[in-house]
């Protein structure tokens, strides 16, 4: 078991995401949001089966 070295600074491997937001936080208590991006507008929605779906 190796300890860590409190001056060590913990890198994020290049493959992972540089921010992670958890579905609960953008979603609330409803099933879909809108998502606007360079004024197009995209619905980003939760299925019966707990996948998203992107659509424009």
């Known amino acids: 078991m190796s ?4 001056d060590e600074h913990d ?3 290049a493959n992972e995401p540089q921010k ?3 579905a ?3 979603f609330g208590e ?3 949001i809108w ?3 360079e004024g197009v507008r995209y619905r980003l929605r939760i299925t ?3 996948k ?3 659509q424009k």
Do not use: A
């Open 11 to 13: 890198e994020i491997p």
């Open 20 to 22: 992670v937001v958890r």
């Open 52 to 54: 998203l779906i992107l």
């Open 48 to 50: 019966r089966r707990g």
């Open 35 to 37: 998502i606007e991006l």
């Open 24 to 26: 609960e936080e953008l």
């Open 3 to 6: 300890e860590h070295d409190p």
């Open 30 to 32: 409803s099933r879909e």
